[in-house]
């Protein structure tokens, strides 16, 4: 009778064990196959950095669409964020399983800071479905695929921050509905594309090794964020700029732009115009007063007088150029008053200012007026670069002799 007893216990432990066993079965068949298959390759060629524990949950006998970082609609994986989003999150390292491919309907595929390294998967242009790509601050390295150009619902491509080399396909700049790219911070050479987006917002390109001139249909107007700085660029751009209107972020500097800086720029919503390092020449001739928190145009070509209209700017760089003439009254008023913090003029060959030489210059405020065609009657301490000579030499001044 024991044994009886004992074979009956054991008989339904097995049954359950079978049943637990089948509704683990149910609960992985609730995904695509395909899917889970997938996301298995996925798992294999990545791993959490030391004090990460990101695929704690990734157990396949479990659903996949309860993992982390796994977002399902029905049987498909609609969105895969691979990696711990808090801040200070360690991150995963690996490599991108050419496998993201199979996943056809995914709609949003993102990766954490981290030390993932290879190449990004030629497949990730069959996920036709594709809205959102976002892989940077790790260590991906090679071209961007030619084939991304093939996700024509793409709408923001972040690649920022890796090792990226080549240049940047003209496929990427036909995706009609792109609205964010960001490729900043990669080893990219070559040519700017045509973006052909009239939907594009932001575009930041900087600190590469891009070279050539931006052509004036290559920029949407449609663009509120631009920054290219920090490249090779040469060329004018002054036609490029004169076609957008709403641009609320502009960084050009560090670069080989030239020709003439376009009044238009200073009408712009921007809080901060960064034209700095550049060979721009000619005149500056805002069109009415400027209400840009800081400009920037030093270290450029620029020539003429300067434009009181810059007076209501608190931030003026404008040394290192060819400006010529007296300093504007009305920008010492508002320096004296401690309405301009930093104003640099230094190294310019400018002839004048009227400023009183017992004048106090407010402690909040910056002046910088040496190396010009005159002896500075007041000033601040300049910045270390701008030297320690006074006076720009004679022989260097027309209308100055000293």
């Known amino acids: 009778m024991l044994k009886r007893r004992t074979w009956v216990a054991l008989a339904a432990a097995v049954v359950g064990f079978q049943f637990l066993g089948m509704c683990n079965l149910f609960a992985v068949a609730m995904l695509d196959p395909l899917d889970f298959l997938a996301l298995q390759s996925i798992r294999k060629g990545l791993e959490d950095l030391p004090g990460s524990n990101f695929f704690a949950s990734w157990d396949f006998t479990s659903d996949p669409c309860n993992f982390a970082g796994v ?143 931006i052509s ?9 964020y631009l920054s290219l700085s920090w490249n090779r660029l040469s060329g004018p751009v002054d036609s490029s700029l004169t076609r957008m209107n709403r641009l609320n972020y502009l960084d050009l500097s560090m670069n080989r732009f030239s020709g003439c800086i376009p009044g238009r720029v200073f009408t712009f919503p921007i809080t901060n115009l960064q034209l700095q390092r550049n060979s721009f020449t000619g005149p500056v001739q805002p069109p009415s007063e400027v209400t840009i928190k800081t400009v920037d ?49 230094q190294h310019n060959y400018l002839t004048g200012i009227e400023i009183n030489p ?6 909040s405020s910056s002046l910088c007026l040496q190396y010009n065609c005159m002896v500075p009657p007041v000033q601040t301490p300049c910045p270390l670069k701008a030297g320690k000579q006074k006076t720009r030499p004679t022989a260097q001044c027309v209308e100055w002799k000293g």
Request: hydrophobic share 40%.
């Open 216 to 224: 004036p249909s290559s920029l949407p107007p449609s663009l509120q």
């Open 358 to 363: 017992t004048a106090s210059i407010p402690l």
């Open 71 to 213: 977002y399902c609609n029905s049987d498909k994986v609609l969105a895969l964020n691979l990696g711990d989003p808090r801040a200070g999150s360690p991150g995963l390292t690996g490599h991108l399983d050419p496998a993201i491919g199979k996943l056809s309907a995914l709609v949003e595929f993102t990766v954490v800071p981290g030390r993932i390294i290879g190449r990004l998967p030629q497949t990730l242009s069959q996920l036709k479905n594709l809205r959102f790509l976002a892989v940077s601050r790790n260590f991906i390295s090679g071209d961007i695929p030619a084939t991304l150009g093939q996700l024509r619902v793409l709408q923001t491509l972040d690649l920022s921050y890796n090792q990226l080399a080549g240049g940047i396909p003209r496929s990427i700049g036909t995706i009609p509905a792109l609205s964010n790219v960001i490729l900043c911070h990669n080893r990219l050479s070559g040519s700017v594309p045509p973006f052909l987006s009239l939907t594009l917002t932001r575009l930041d390109l900087k600190n590469n090794d891009l070279s050539g001139s």
């Open 297 to 345: 145009l030093s270290f450029n070509r620029l020539s003429g007088q300067i434009s009181p209209l810059f007076s209501t700017v608190q931030n003026l760089y404008l040394n290192n150029n060819r400006f010529i003439g007296r300093v504007p009254a009305t920008i010492v008023d508002r320096l004296l008053a401690a309405n301009i913090q930093i104003l640099y003029l």
